[in-house]
């Protein structure tokens, strides 16, 4: 499957973006999958996932309550609705996808990676 990731940009603290990353190429529902992101410096780390279904979700302490991340199988896509967004929220966040239809909050258990979004917070 490929991924195409979109929706990043310049945006002020407390402001909101929504990313979106596009399948195609193989059954998207079958997949589990994610958001991480990665900071200058810093290692990857995740930040939300969802099951096959959409049935799931499970989102980091770091983004609880501000981030939510849903799917729609019908087009393929998944979604990351990102609200009060801080400066330490900057980073490449990339979607993912896992073959086993349920996830992880490891990125070791992905088998395909959308090329990242650029989200810049200003404070």
């Known amino acids: 499957v490929q991924l195409q990731a979109s929706g990043g940009g310049l945006v002020q603290a407390g402001g909101s973006l929504r990313l979106s990353c596009a399948a195609s190429g193989r059954t998207f529902s079958r997949y589990g999958m994610a958001w991480f992101r990665q900071a200058p410096g810093k290692e990857r780390e995740f930040v939300a996932r969802i099951t096959w279904s959409g049935g799931s979700t499970y989102h980091a302490d770091s983004v609880k309550g501000r981030f939510t991340i849903s799917r729609d199988n019908a087009k393929s896509t998944v979604y990351l609705q990102m609200n009060s967004l801080k400066p330490e929220d900057t980073a490449v966040y990339y979607c993912?996808?896992?073959?086993?239809?349920?996830?992880?909050?490891?990125?070791?258990?992905?088998?395909?990676w959308g090329q990242g979004t650029l989200v810049t917070v200003s404070s």
């Open positions: 993912a996808a896992d073959d086993s239809g349920y996830g992880s909050s490891s990125s070791n258990e992905y088998d395909y």
